[in-house]
């Protein structure tokens, strides 16, 4: 007896009113793995495959679909979360079943629970916050309520001129740095040597670190180190939360600046080193630091020159006042108070008992010379009784 | 670290330590031009060494290699 087959389009309408008589109208919030994902932002269109996985095996997949009217929720999700909407997120979202005779069971995505995503992030935070803390105490600390690590203490050195600069080549990041240095008011010169790399997606943060690693095996010594980037969208910084590349920051060397164009809050690279929001502010501080180098050498100069010029005041009143004294001291002023200079045969006499009677003498007055002779001598033991 | 003989930081400690002493007043009057010419070639080695390093971010914008 020959097989009684059906067209497959009746069976696929009867798939078709079954799932519809159980799911039509019909929503449900779902949590899974997002994979395979290919958006097409021309077309306002993304298509994907949901999946669940348990202990790395998969338990379920479906094929999904963000029609023109639910693109928007993927781009409120990369502005609210930071992080771009690609493979391997765990999202939880709101779906209704769909089946198409020729495209088959699909879910539709109408919405994303965008808070969950976040409450993960921070969960995922966090913990690498606290495992930075737990495995690594003698490089970080918490101290009231701010993270110390050995890096961001470190003293810097007085003046910031031979900078390792960490950023992707070409990127505004790297020219806005560079041109803040270059365009300085004060015309400080700085060396920079660039250590170029790939500062977005999920190698990020190893290329980051191994660009760390040589920095610190160079011969060359630096000041300081820039991490920069910018330009981009404001998404895919989760690189900069990356338990290995945080420890290598917090344990470097050499002081470490972030300015990575983060708007929406610190990533724990920034905390970890010494955050500025922009490579623009890194190059600004930079020159700033310089500065205020220069100001301590003026203020010394200024101290120098008034110690000198009160160390030549002194000096000055000092020979004045030595002057007057000589003046005093002088004979003719000696003369001018009344004194009198008495010799006898040429010569000064200083002792009265030189002095007898009937002896020659000239006695020199302030203007007058007189000439006399000695008829009697007496005591007086009061001269200055005059 | 710098490629000066000494450090920015010797440097100020090194102008300081001259200014402390001609503030102090204690210094021979005949001493004062031999410290004041110290702590000048200090402040013109200082703002040379800030300013004069051979345009190494200019070379690192036209992507030569930075030298010192």
């Keep these: 007896m020959p097989i009684q087959s059906i067209p497959l389009s009746y069976l696929v309408e009867q798939i078709q009113a079954t799932i519809e008589d159980s799911f039509e109208g019909q929503s449900y919030w779902v949590s899974a793995r997002i994979m395979n994902v290919k958006k097409y932002p021309a077309n306002r269109r993304c298509y994907l495959t949901l999946e669940e996985y348990e202990n790395k095996e998969k338990k379920a997949e479906m094929r999904s679909v963000f029609w023109a009217t639910a693109y928007p929720q993927i781009e409120k999700f990369e502005r609210s979360t930071g992080q771009p909407f690609r493979d391997g997120i765990e999202i939880t979202c709101r779906v209704k079943v769909r089946f198409h005779a020729v495209y088959g069971l699909n879910l539709d995505i109408y919405e994303i629970d965008i808070a969950h995503t976040l409450g993960q992030l921070e969960l995922e935070r966090q913990q690498t916050l606290d495992r930075l803390l737990n495995e690594n105490s003698e490089y970080i600390q918490l101290v009231e309520g701010v993270y110390h690590s050995y890096n961001n203490r470190l003293p810097l050195p007085a003046v910031i001129q031979h900078i390792a600069l960490i950023t992707a080549p070409g990127s505004d990041g790297q020219r806005d740095f560079l041109q803040e240095l270059a365009r300085n008011r004060h015309g400080y010169s700085f060396v920079v040597t660039e250590f170029l790399t790939t500062i977005q997606g999920e190698q990020a943060s190893r290329l980051i670190a191994e660009q760390l690693t040589l920095i610190r095996t160079s011969p060359q010594r630096f000041d300081a180190v820039a991490i920069v980037r910018g330009g981009g969208a404001q998404t895919d910084f989760k690189c900069f939360d990356d338990y290995a590349l945080c420890r290598a920051i917090a344990s470097f060397p050499v002081p470490v600046f972030t300015g990575i164009g983060h708007d929406r809050n610190q990533s724990i690279a920034d905390l970890m080193a010494r955050e500025q929001k922009t490579p623009t502010k890194v190059a600004s501080l930079f020159v700033d630091h310089n500065n205020s180098f220069e100001n301590k050498l003026m203020a010394a100069r200024e101290r120098m020159l008034k110690a000198v010029q009160r160390r030549l005041t002194a000096a000055a009143n000092q020979l004045q006042q030595a002057q007057r004294i000589v003046k005093l001291a002088s004979p003719e002023a000696i003369l001018r108070r009344g004194f009198a200079i008495i010799r006898i045969n040429g010569k000064i006499v200083t002792d009265p008992a030189a002095i007898h009677p009937q002896d020659s003498m000239e006695t020199q007055l302030q203007n007058e010379m007189i000439e006399s002779i000695v008829t009697h001598k007496r005591n007086d033991n009061n001269p200055y009784n005059l | ?68």
Aim: aromatic share 2%; hydrophobic share 40%.
């Design chain 2, 1 to 68: 670290m710098t490629t000066t003989p000494i450090t920015y930081s010797q440097a100020l400690e090194a102008l300081e330590r001259v200014v402390r002493e001609l503030e102090d007043g204690a210094l021979p009057l005949e001493q004062l031009p031999e410290k004041i010419n110290e702590a000048n070639a200090l402040l013109a080695l200082c703002n040379e060494n800030l300013r004069t390093i051979s345009s190494a971010v200019q070379n690192a914008i036209t992507g030569n290699p930075a030298t010192e």
